[in-house]
């Protein structure tokens, strides 16, 4: 077995979505970074950049331009303008609306596969990041001034050591499983269906949020593609309904689907590629052990259904590396205890937000389908309940750290204009 001598600043174990820009926050501070990634980028393996696309709240984009990633990304993303929340054959309606929050879109949907190109190029750019590609960890011992893991690739068996180590090896952690954190598991009984359509009438930069009988539905407008508009599909459904769903040939699925979401962008076209994702709300039990922190899908993995899941865990990383950029020790136990209780009211915030809505829409008991229909109307008619839903799906909802703040943990010769 090869040993690297040197002691790294962070070990990051995953180098997906959160991993990958962890990574990228910390370079330039004068830290020593290794990235360990099992999966190549482009294999068809890689479950981080696959053919799923993202919703970024509004703060994600203040977040990703404090880190200089949002330059590369913004001509590559589509910005949602309007928000329409709906119930399948309710009457109450609501949409929340960029003009209304002052500002030039309330999130942006963005392809996995284009933030894993963008991340990757910055990863293998900067001098300060070792990438480890692909590289699966395979043992872990946590002292009291280091973390030493053992790294197993094609070629060969490799020790690091850190003085902190980073698990975001998503939501069945290896490291998690290693050290015997266990996590909390709620199976909500649903799976998502994604897939990628073709509308016949323009998105106009709306996203769809309707709930149906069967489980949320969303619409989230694309970029074009051979100058054609493109809307990304996420379609929660129970278990057993999922697996008939993705056995349907294309002309049925799209008429499934067409009955689903109805006829605002007129008759859907040309699908894309299917995917199934069981879905559970799953948490760690331990966010900090020793030397080691867990963050993204390791701690924390909801339900999609209001597309908050990477943008609560960009919070986590602008926080993270605000606080190591600055840190002595980055392993230092006042650090990471710092860090996790920070970050627990927005993540409770989040689950709660996530749950009921998951809970309070997939029901089919009719009180509480007037109830919502009600609700959705109140909320339109409301300036101020509309306000406040509007800045929780912009990510503005909690305490941002500074990063998210707009202020850099950077040096300022590297910050963006
Ligand atoms: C259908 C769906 C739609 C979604 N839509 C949205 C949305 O619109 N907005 C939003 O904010 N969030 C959304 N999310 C959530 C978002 O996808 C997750 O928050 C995000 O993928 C978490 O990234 P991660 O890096 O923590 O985990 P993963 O994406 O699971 O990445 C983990 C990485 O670790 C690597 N790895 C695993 N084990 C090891 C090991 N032993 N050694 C080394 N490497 C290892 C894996 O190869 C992988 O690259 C959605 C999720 C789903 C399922």
Redo the contacts with the bound molecule.
């Keep these: 077995m090869s040993v690297r001598e040197h002691i790294y600043d962070v070990l990051i ?7 990958a820009t962890l990574a990228c926050a910390l370079r330039g501070n004068g830290l020593r970074i290794a990235v ?4 190549p980028l482009h294999a068809a393996s ?3 950049f696959d053919d ?4 970024l709240s509004y703060g994600s984009r203040q977040i990703l331009a404090r880190l200089g990633l949002w330059s590369a990304l913004a001509v590559r993303v589509e910005p949602i303008k309007t928000i329409h929340i709906s119930d399948r054959g309710q009457f109450g309606v609501t949409r929340l609306r960029h003009d209304e929050e002052g500002v030039e879109a309330l999130g942006y949907v963005a392809e996995n596969r284009v933030l894993g190109e963008i991340l990757y190029a910055e990863l293998e750019s900067a001098a300060d990041i070792e990438l480890f590609c692909p590289a ?2 395979v043992a872990l011992e946590s002292h009291q001034n280091q973390v030493e893991v053992q790294l197993q690739s094609a070629e060969q068996r490799l020790a690091l050591s850190g003085r902190l180590l980073v698990a ?4 069945s952690s ?1 490291v998690r499983q290693m050290l015997q954190i266990a996590a909390s598991r709620q199976d909500y009984g649903q799976c ?1 269906v ?1 897939t990628n359509v073709r509308p016949e009438y323009n998105h106009n930069n709306t996203a769809y949020e309707r709930f149906t009988d069967t489980g949320p539905l969303a619409f989230l407008p694309m970029t074009r593609s051979a100058g054609r508009q493109r809307c990304s599909v ?1 379609w929660s459904v129970p278990t057993e309904q999922a697996a008939s769903l993705m056995q349907l040939d294309d002309a049925a699925f799209l008429g499934a689907l067409q009955q689903g979401f109805g006829y605002r962008l007129g008759c859907l076209q040309q699908l894309g590629k299917r995917q199934l ?1 069981p879905l559970a709300l799953v948490e760690t039990t331990q966010l900090v052990r020793g030397r080691i922190v867990v963050v ?3 701690a924390h993995s909801i339900h ?1 259904v209001a ?5 609560l ?1 960009l919070r986590d990383v602008a926080l993270l590396a605000e606080l190591l950029s600055e840190a002595a020790d980055t392993g230092a136990a006042a650090l990471l205890e710092t860090y996790a209780g920070a970050r627990q009211q927005d993540t409770q915030r989040v689950y709660r937000f996530t749950d009921t809505l998951v809970k309070v829409f997939s029901s089919h008991v009719s009180a509480l389908a007037h109830a919502r229909a009600a609700g959705l109307l109140a909320v339109d008619l409301l300036p101020p309940l509309k306000h406040a839903l509007a800045r929780q799906s912009m990510g503005l909802g909690g305490n941002l750290s500074h990063l998210g703040r707009q202020q850099s943990c950077q040096p300022a010769s590297r910050r963006q204009p």
Excluded: C, K, W
């Design positions: 174990v995953g180098g997906g979505l959160v991993g360990i990634e099992a999966n890689q479950p981080s799923r696309t993202v919703a699966e960890v975001a090896d998503g939501v290896r998502a994604i996420v994702y993204g899908n390791a999609p597309g908050q899941g990477f943008n865990a």
